[in-house]
């Protein structure tokens, strides 16, 4: 019988774009007061939460204040400390302006902030949490340089700025060498010309290294344009002041440099229900302050009957330095739009071994209404704190469900990594995994039992913590051998086309190029054929889907199995 399919292993599907913060949803404390509402503080580490008022002290960092009354909170770290996150649980599940404003400061990773004031709304019971830690870290660019299009004589800046501990220092460079008395979070070229031309790039230093930000290249030209590309769903009207010349294929293209102020009105009987900006920026560079204000109006009032950037404070504008896309939906006013949805992990990380040096990923899948947004987070602590990564060479995807490592070193065995899922219902935080460090099977073998011989509970067919699974496929599946293990080694599903219905097997594969994977069909369990094989440079870290050749239409039975072989 002739297979409708080729056998064929699939990584993971990714999914796009954004962001931050893991906010910790908790139930809260029930009313002292009939009238009134109450506040609990509590700061892990050294630094204060205060406020303004200061409300009735109730013992304990409980407050006592009237419903509706309106507090300022400050939030500020001690010397050689920083915030490290901020959680807010409270009545009800929408988000409040506390949620909202803490989620435009921690946009930035790593989520490090010295200080910050907020205004909370006291509509409910609250608990408020600040963590405060004095850690060391490296510099981490939070606003990256974007490349930049001038005409001869116009000023350019190019901004950067990084957070760290200790708070670090600047140094431009201009194609790799330093330009003196460039030292600000700021770079400024008055007046360019064609020798100015080159790519720019910004250090930041401190206590524990060095830290480059992105390249960023300047081009300078007589008519150096770039083009907006915007759609609009239902009706309403978006206009551009200045409004730029026509561009291709429908677009409107400005000068480099130019700045776009954007006014958006829905017509009558219908309302602005969401935008999108799209900045050009690749995947995880950090908000403009275009998107970031964005965000934050569209939190507060979605759905919103009406929308102009004249309402912002400050003013905002879209600084045309590269090409940007721009989506608005508009809705008829009685829409009512699907009931929020918090998210929730369909698939959690797994633990991940690779050898040194190798490369392994790991991926999360939630689902939510709407669809959510992932941000991936490291701790090199053991779990106690979680920072937020940067795409750069040792990583990519921070933003997608698939967090992607490549060159893992020695120092990071043994670093943990969750996924935040975001959406306007909720910010749940994925299950930890580990990521650990093998040169070999034999150096596996050693570092569980202290002995590399493949005898006793460390041969390859032991199974010393009986739970089913053989040294050799823990090894090969990422597993520990001395913690039994709930579940499949490997889960069977099934996708279906035009031409039926194929059975497919799921599993986690480490990157070791010395294992052969084999996934084998079978009509009889006696007779059982090959299907799909990793071996080599094909073992990549990361789960695996193999899918079956075979429809289970032409089959009245269908069986699969994982085979692993060294």
Known sequence: MSARRSPRFTLSALHRYCLLLCLIWASVLAPALAADRTLVLKAEGQGTITMDPAGRDMGEGTFSYPEGSTVALKFKADAGWYIATAKSAYEGAAFDLFTQRVLLEYMKPPSIKHEFTIPLDMDGDKIITGVFSNNPIAPAFTQQPWNRAAQPGQEVRFSAEADGIPAPTYQWQK???????????????????????????????????????????????????????????????????????????????????????????????????????????????????????????????????????????????????????????????????????????????QNQVVVVGGNTSFTALAVGNPAPSYRWQVSTDGGTVWINIADDELYSGVTTTTLSITGVTEAMNGYQYHCCALNSAGIPISMPATLTLVRDLASWRQQYWGTTADAGPAANHADPDIDGRCNLLEYALGSVPTMADSGRPADVGSVTDGAGTYLTLTFNRIADPTLTYTVEASDDLTTWSAIGTSTGAQNVAGPVVVTDSETVENHPRRFLRLRVSN
């Open 175 to 349: 194609n790799g060498i330093d330009i003196d008395g460039a030292t600000q979070k700021e770079l400024s070229i008055p007046s360019v010309g064609s020798g100015d031309a080159a790519t720019y790039r910004c250090v930041a230093r401190n206590s524990m290294g060095a830290t480059n930000s992105n390249d960023a290249v300047l081009q300078i030209s007589d008519a150096v344009r770039f083009e907006l590309d915007f759609t609009f769903s239902g009706s309403g009207t978006v206009t551009f002041d200045p409004s730029g010349s026509p561009g291709a294929d429908g677009k409107i293209a400005f000068l480099g440099g130019t700045q776009v102020s954007v006014t958006v009105e829905a017509a009558p009987g219908w309302r602005i229900y969401s935008m999108n900006y799209v900045s050009g920026a690749p995947v995880g560079a950090p908000w403009d302050s275009f998107t970031a204000v964005l965000y934050l109006t569209m939190l507060n009032t979605v759905p919103c009957t009406s929308f102009r950037t004249s309402d912002w404070i400050p003013p905002v504008f879209l600084l045309m330095d590269r090409d940007k896309g721009f989506h608005v939906e508009f809705v008829p006013l009685d829409y009512v739009p699907p009931s929020p949805v918090a998210p929730s992990f369909t698939f959690q990380p």
